[in-house]
């Protein structure tokens, strides 16, 4: 079997659970890496012990949408402490550091108001900032409108960067927008890109026949870091998750077996620890 390459699990909740020990307040992890870069280099350290190969810098929502309303800092500040706190944390272990972008928080043309060349240039910013910054590779993930994703990628490939693209899809094998397996290969298979499959929204089990129509249907690299399961939502609003490291493990096995996945971690609900049960699984094949 062809070399997997490990990737890291959920950040997000890492994040806030480091700053309620600490006494930190709750807020957009994003905002961490100027306020509390210590926890964010604590996370990557975390995820390059267990095996993580390619970790995803603190930059999901980093976007202009939500940084000035949320913050008096740029997108590129804010960028640029994710890429170096994550590069500073990681020296010495070989880990390489992805520029990691999500979907806007608003819908682009035909589902919402913001136009085709704003959505390009919004994410154009933050790619920009990322490239320079000195980040290794771009992660597209979770989005879930072509149209969006299309946009990031054309943002993405104005640099030399690797660009790795995965969209959330639901049980019935189409994203919440109707977006197909086969519509994604279509679309964006002559864009250039490194790889791409499938992060978020399933827990491992219902994202396996997923991936096996993505190996059916591509002969590109693909990209498998399914959720924990589904959440359970707690009386106090936080999610559990109920897919342990070793169920998670046993279902990637399954996964892995399409033949086609060359870059695996986690989605939701996942951490470190998930991350050393697929790097023993790995190591088996």
């Given at each position: 079997m062809s070399k997997i390459t490990l990737l890291d699990g959920a950040q997000g909740t890492l994040l806030w659970q480091k700053a309620a020990e600490r006494g930190i307040p709750k807020a957009s992890v994003w905002t961490y890496n100027l306020t509390h870069p210590e926890i964010v280099?604590?996370?990557?350290?975390?995820?390059?012990?267990?095996?993580?190969?390619?970790?995803?810098?603190?930059?999901?929502?980093?976007?202009?949408?939500?940084?000035?309303?949320e913050s008096?800092?740029?997108?590129?500040e804010v960028v640029?402490?994710?890429?170096?706190?994550?590069?500073?944390a990681l020296l010495g272990t070989g880990a390489r550091v992805a520029l990691d972008i999500g979907p806007l928080p608003v819908m682009t043309e035909p589902y919402?108001?913001?136009e085709e060349d704003e959505t390009e240039e919004i994410f154009d910013e933050v790619?920009?900032?990322?490239?320079?910054?000195?980040?290794?590779?771009?992660?597209?993930?979770?989005?879930?409108?072509?149209?969006?994703?299309?946009?990031?990628?054309?943002?993405?490939?104005?640099?030399d960067l690797p660009v790795f693209c995965s969209m959330s899809f639901e049980a019935s094998g189409k994203t919440l927008f109707g977006v197909s397996v086969e519509d994604m290969i279509e679309e964006l298979e002559p864009?250039?890109?490194?790889?791409?499959?499938?992060?978020?929204?399933?827990?491992?089990?219902?994202a396996v026949p997923v991936i096996r129509e993505f190996a059916e249907k591509t002969e590109l690299p693909l990209f498998f870091k399914p959720n924990a399961g589904m959440p359970v939502i707690?009386?106090?609003g936080t999610a559990s998750y109920t897919v342990s490291p070793e169920e998670f493990s046993?279902?990637?096995?399954?996964?892995?077996?399409?033949?086609?996945?060359?870059?695996l971690g986690g989605c939701c609900g996942t951490n470190p620890d998930f991350i050393k049960q697929l790097k023993e699984l790995t190591a088996q094949l």
């Amino acid at each position: 079997m062809s070399k997997i390459t490990l990737l890291d699990g959920a950040q997000g909740t890492l994040l806030w659970q480091k700053a309620a020990e600490r006494g930190i307040p709750k807020a957009s992890v994003w905002t961490y890496n100027l306020t509390h870069p210590e926890i964010v280099a604590e996370v990557a350290r975390e995820y390059a012990e267990a095996g993580c190969e390619i970790i995803c810098s603190n930059t999901f929502g980093a976007n202009r949408l939500t940084v000035e309303r949320e913050s008096e800092a740029s997108v590129a500040e804010v960028v640029d402490a994710a890429i170096r706190t994550a590069k500073e944390a990681l020296l010495g272990t070989g880990a390489r550091v992805a520029l990691d972008i999500g979907p806007l928080p608003v819908m682009t043309e035909p589902y919402g108001d913001l136009e085709e060349d704003e959505t390009e240039e919004i994410f154009d910013e933050v790619v920009q900032a990322g490239a320079k910054a000195g980040a290794d590779c771009i992660f597209l993930e979770t989005f879930m409108q072509l149209e969006m994703l299309q946009a990031a990628v054309r943002a993405a490939k104005k640099t030399d960067l690797p660009v790795f693209c995965s969209m959330s899809f639901e049980a019935s094998g189409k994203t919440l927008f109707g977006v197909s397996v086969e519509d994604m290969i279509e679309e964006l298979e002559p864009m250039g890109i490194e790889a791409l499959g499938m992060n978020c929204s399933l827990g491992p089990d219902l994202a396996v026949p997923v991936i096996r129509e993505f190996a059916e249907k591509t002969e590109l690299p693909l990209f498998f870091k399914p959720n924990a399961g589904m959440p359970v939502i707690g009386s106090d609003g936080t999610a559990s998750y109920t897919v342990s490291p070793e169920e998670f493990s046993e279902q990637a096995r399954i996964a892995l077996q399409t033949g086609r996945i060359r870059y695996l971690g986690g989605c939701c609900g996942t951490n470190p620890d998930f991350i050393k049960q697929l790097k023993e699984l790995t190591a088996q094949l």
